[in-house]
């Protein structure tokens, strides 16, 4: 074994003075902030930090003779920690490298040497997770270094003495988040996801093998099936592998709209008659021609799986907040915004239909802690300038582009990115700024797009200042620093639930027309006004145009989608006093003791369940109900696209997101200005009501009730009784609209089921033309509708 290069011994302030002091007022040293200290003042904060519990000083000698110092710290215990979320088994650090002794020469690599002894003394200490560093923006030689050892860029900074940029190294590689328990736990909870939606679609038919016990809920003939009285039962059922050897034996609850909910505990698994294992991509291959998966869709399904298993297992390590907690109202000071963010951080679940709802290829493990936005970590934007003959921006009336850049970017960052184009001989006037998501310039636009930076049709101008927190979408980022500054949508070439997450520089042109339209429309209606139904418009959009790209792929390509951003106006003008706001998706949350986050919002609100859901479906439902009789306009108002406003935990009203690309005009009663025409598609009378049928009644409100219906807060037949008086009140108050609900019967025996697994399986690299949505439907028979028995007698 050989020696160690270098050893640590504590500073001693009394007998190292002089030698720091000279060290520390070198020119060369600026940024360590003491040129002008005395050799006694050098001293005296050196003894200080050898009094602190938290702050400790080293030096790192070489054969006795010190060549550097090394602070480390308690990054909660110093100014760093109050402006990025802090990790058990963080640790800051300081280094400062001797100054080359007269007549020496420089060594090659010796700083790096240096750098990567005081991490390996920094990560000798098991407790250490993670290293942190803050060096001043200017200081470009410790940032190539930091680099060049292993550290990420976080954010940029502002501490009370210097801009900094927070960088993070990870102890090493080695994803601890991926033991062997957190593994096992994630893979039983998603098999379990996997076999009810893929029942529930019916790629599966469990085979039932005799009672369990039985509830004392009734919901619907549907759920009467072998061993069942009529009522809500849980049962044990059994699925057998593609070629018989492997059988799954579980416990399920049957439920409305062919929902199961199953037991994740009692799932066991045999393989030649021998117990084994719970494997969830040994499940998906074992069962590929049942579920009808392709040879080419296989292994990318896998991979899909392998990412939102590992993404569980990071949030069973990590996230530990209560629901009750969650839920608890914001503390004083406390920004009204900042609830909505705490919650949409602690988020488990992705989309409650996707079994492979967190693929996200393409991120790396570095990336993933760095970008996901379960891991809360602040993510500063990338910045370039695009040249203006290749780019659109656009934005909503009376906005201009001026207008919204000083709005979104302080005077200090503009002059900052004038300088470089200035000091590149480029002119100011010729670009468009636009934000681009860091990931995306290093791994796509820097390579891809290479000619176009060769040729400075696009310039590289380095990070924003604020901070932005990823939300669910995880290319939507939300401003912590300035919350009333627009969310940032970005392009973002990973592969997640079935698209490329990019933006089409075509749709970026008319985004902020169709919001005018839009929030025109909205604002004049007398009914969305009175439930205080609203939209966060897209104010303002920038694409970049790749000739040669465009020419080559055909419309809707990912090469074609790699460059465009758009601005969203922020939750904060929508908001009265006392209110806050959450994501709709926080509804079907549990918490790491399986409470629900719903049920904690409940409790706060002091009404009864049902008075708290009457108030949710008023806000929620009535708007996406009158929007679809009123103008044959739908909205894909899923759980990430609705943001509830709370008031003492009830939600009082409801906005609207994501709408350019996700609002469709289904028929020709509504005009259209020129620039919203794309939104008009034709869908078939017969499948507009699917709006509501699917998007609504199955891919939400299905996982809803049966939340409530296990916490033991509603019976479903309640929820669904509600779901029904709700709609009934609407359309009795609503009669010029009769025509139209006898055309989208609401209360039909029944509804075709739309299977969204099913897409995914068949193609998930497009599982859907956006042009064309009704063509790419996969149904599957049909559901019993839970509000048929509802209707109410029509009066004559």
């Known amino acids: 074994m050989t020696a160690p290069t270098f050893t640590f011994r504590p500073v001693d302030a009394e007998q190292d003075a002089r030698l720091l002091h000279g060290w520390v007022t070198e020119e060369r040293a600026r940024f360590w902030g003491m040129l002008s200290a005395t050799e006694v003042e050098v001293g005296a904060m050196y003894a200080q930090i050898a009094a602190s519990p938290t702050h400790h000083a ?67 200490d098991p407790t250490v997770r993670r290293l942190v560093v803050e060096p001043d923006v200017r200081n470009s030689r410790i940032l190539a270094l930091n680099t060049a050892c292993g550290f990420e860029r976080v ?182 915004l900042d609830y909505g963010q705490r919650i949409e951080r602690a988020m488990t679940e992705g989309h409650p239909c996707f079994v492979a709802c967190n693929g996200r290829l393409g991120l790396g493990l570095a990336d993933y802690r760095r970008f996901a936005p379960e891991t809360g970590a602040p993510v500063t934007l990338d910045w370039l300038a695009v040249r203006r003959c290749h780019a659109v921006f656009t934005a909503s009336a009376g906005l201009g582009y001026e207008h919204h850049l000083e709005a979104e970017l302080d005077a200090d960052t503009r002059h900052r990115f004038a300088a470089i184009l200035a000091d590149a001989g480029l002119a100011v006037t010729d670009y468009l700024l636009m934000p681009v998501h860091p990931w995306q310039w290093q791994h796509k636009l820097a ?21 932005y927190q990823a939300q669910q979408s995880i290319r939507t980022f939300f401003n912590l620093d300035r919350p009333e500054r627009c969310y940032v949508k970005t392009a973002l070439s990973v592969l997640n639930m079935g698209f490329m997450r990019g933006l089409s520089p075509q749709y970026m042109r008319d985004t902020p027309a169709i919001n005018d339209w839009l929030g025109t429309l909205v604002a004049g209606d007398p009914q969305l006004q009175r439930v205080g139904f609203g939209i966060l418009r897209e104010v303002a959009a920038i694409g970049y145009h790749n000739a040669t790209f465009e020419a080559a792929t055909p419309v809707g390509s990912p090469y074609g989608q790699m460059l465009s951003a758009l601005w969203r106006e922020s939750p904060l003008p929508h908001l009265e006093a006392g209110q806050v706001t959450a994501t709709m998706a926080s509804l079907l949350h549990l918490d790491h003791n399986g409470d629900a986050f719903v049920s904690a919002l409940i409790a706060q609100s002091g009404l009864t369940p049902a008075a708290w859901l009457a108030a949710y479906l008023r806000a929620y439902l009535v708007p996406l109900v009158h929007c679809l009789a009123a103008y044959e306009l739908a909205f894909m108002p899923h759980g990430e696209n609705v943001i509830l406003v709370l008031e003492n935990g009830v939600p009082v009203r409801i906005l609207m997101k994501d709408i350019a690309e996700e609002i469709v005009v289904m028929g020709q009663r509504m005009p259209l200005p020129p620039a919203a025409a794309r939104i008009r598609i034709a869908v078939p009378a017969e499948e507009q009501v699917l709006t509501i049928f699917t998007d609504v009644f ?99």
């Open 155 to 336: 954010s940029i900074v502002q501490l009370p003495d210097k801009l900094a940029w927070l960088s993070v190294c990870e102890r090493d590689v080695t994803p601890s988040h991926l033991s062997p328990e957190r593994w096992a736990a994630a893979t039983r909870d998603l098999l379990r996801k996997t076999i009810s939606e893929f029942s529930h679609e019916r790629l599966l038919a469990p085979e039932h093998v005799g009672p369990v016990s039985v509830g004392p809920e009734h919901v619907g003939p549907e759920h009467v099936g072998p061993g069942h009285t009529g009522t809500a039962a849980s049962d044990d059922y059994r699925i057998t592998s593609d070629d018989g050897r492997s059988e799954y034996c579980f416990t399920a609850t049957r439920r409305a709209l062919n929902h199961w909910s199953i037991a994740g505990q009692s799932i066991r698994r045999r393989r030649d008659g021998e117990p084994a294992e719970l494997d969830l991509l040994a499940f998906v291959t074992e069962f590929r021609e049942q579920v009808g998966i392709s040879d080419e869709v296989l292994p990318v399904y896998l991979e899909e799986l392998s990412s939102t298993l590992a993404s569980a297992c990071y949030k069973l390590e990590n996230s530990r907040t209560s629901a009750a907690q969650l839920a608890t109202a914001p503390r004083a000071g406390e920004h009204p």
């Open 698 to 796: 199955d891919c939400f409100f299905r996982f809803l009730a049966a939340t409530l219906a296990d916490e033991g807060q509603l019976p479903e037949q309640e929820f669904w009784r509600l779901v029904a008086e709700t709609t009934s009140d609407y359309q009795a108050g609503a009669p010029e609209f009769a025509t139209v609900f006898a055309r989208h019967d609401l209360f039909a025996a029944e509804f075709p089921l739309s299977c969204l697994n099913r897409l995914q399986l068949r193609n998930n690299r497009k599982m859907l033309d956006l042009a064309d949505p009704s063509a790419s439907l996969q149904l599957a028979g049909t559901l019993v509708n839970p509000i048929a028995r509802f209707r109410r007698p029509s009066v004559t």
């Open 447 to 467: 390579i891809t797009f290479a000619a176009e930076v060769a040729r400075q049709n696009i310039v590289y101008l380095g990070s924003g200042t604020d901070r």
């Open 58 to 124: 080293l030096l790192g000698c070489r054969h006795g003779v010190p060549l550097f110092l090394m602070e480390r710290y308690d990054p909660a215990a110093d100014p760093i920690g109050a402006l990025y979320p802090h990790r058990r088994g963080d640790v800051g650090m300081h280094l400062l490298v001797a100054p080359i002794a007269a007549g020496d020469a420089p060594i090659p690599g010796f700083t790096r040497e240096i750098m990567r002894a005081v991490q390996a003394h920094l990560f000798a």
